[in-house]
């Protein structure tokens, strides 16, 4: 990735971290094209940032990835990014039996699937460029899992797999493989609880130290902000079972503080 002057295209560039990232990299001189299902939030963006544009796309419809893809192809020829961003995050109570099993679905669906998607859809674009990027975001739970969004956690564990996969099969081409994995920000991914916790890494702060890290990313192709290294390397730093019991018991409680204040865990607000 060039610090400007690339073409990048982020799902789920609407909101949140996807935003952020979005409008960090047009203001240093990027073509910044963003995509999501919602319209009206991805058109409120580019009219704030005049220069950038917007698609729309579902990345959990096969059907529908493939035709964005070929519309990417068509309207940005020179498309050398792409930031697999979009994702969702619900609870889940594995107790509750087999019967439903639709927040599972939905959410292999749309992080884990719809990343394998735009990726295979927009590869041959890419690998046609003299210098492209492919950047996955994972999560710091992709190395510490919390019990109360056990799918969510599991694709993101598979999205850092993949990335290494993706990686390797990349080595001899022009395209360089690069995998986000952020600590706990304050976004609306979880409602606007989330958005709201003092405990979250506040959004501004977290883009600033990405985009510091982006303009020279280290051996290995993790981008790691400071907050979320003690997560990434408690296995091979023997601190796996001291964190997994305390990060799980602080994630209890802050559901329970959730559902005191009436927010459902389980599904985001409307927009
Ligand atoms: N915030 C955190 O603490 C945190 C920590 C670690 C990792 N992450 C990861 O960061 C990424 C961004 O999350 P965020 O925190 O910025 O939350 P967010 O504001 O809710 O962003 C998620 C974005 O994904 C898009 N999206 C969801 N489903 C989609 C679909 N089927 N097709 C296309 N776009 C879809 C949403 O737009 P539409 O609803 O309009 O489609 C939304 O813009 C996610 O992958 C998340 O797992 C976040």
């Known amino acids: 990735m060039k610090p400007t002057g690339d073409t990048v295209l982020i ?7 996807g935003r952020g990232l979005a409008e960090a990299l047009h203001k240093v001189g990027n073509q910044v094209i963003i995509a999501g299902r919602r319209r009206s939030i991805l058109e409120d963006v580019a009219r704030a940032n005049p220069g950038m544009r917007f698609l729309t796309v ?5 059907d529908n990835a493939r035709r964005f893809g070929a519309e990417v192809k068509a309207q940005f020829p020179a498309l050398n990014v792409l930031i697999n961003n979009a994702g969702i995050m619900k609870s889940e109570n594995l ?3 087999v019967e439903d099993l639709s927040i599972a679905e939905e959410t292999v669906a749309i992080n884990l699937l719809g990343t394998f998607r735009i990726t295979a859809a927009l590869m041959p674009l890419l690998l046609a460029q003299p210098k492209a990027t492919i950047m996955t975001v994972s999560s710091g739970l992709a190395f510490v899992p919390i019990h109360t ?3 969510y956690c599991a694709t993101k564990a598979a999205i850092h797999s993949w990335t290494q996969s993706l ?3 990349l080595r001899d081409t022009p395209v360089e493989v690069l ?10 991914l979880m409602g606007r609880f989330q958005a709201e916790d003092p405990n979250a890494m506040p959004l501004a702060d977290f883009i600033a130290e990405t985009m510091a890290l982006l303009n ?5 192709g993790e981008i790691l902000v ?6 990434r390397f408690a296995e091979r730093d023997g601190k796996y079972d001291e964190f997994y019991e305390q990060w799980n018991s602080y994630a209890a409680r802050r559901q329970a503080e959730r559902a005191a204040k009436g927010y459902d865990a389980s599904r985001k607000p409307a927009a």
């Open 58 to 62: 579902d990345v959990e419809n096969r």
């Open 179 to 188: 995998e986000i994995a952020p600590p706990y920000v304050q976004t609306e």
């Open 167 to 169: 990686r390797y099969q």
């Open 226 to 231: 400071e907050r979320v290294r003690s997560r």
């Open 11 to 17: 799902t789920g560039g609407g909101s949140g971290i």
């Open 216 to 220: 020279n990313p280290p051996p290995g």
């Open 149 to 151: 969004s056990p799918s």
């Open 95 to 97: 107790k509750s039996g």
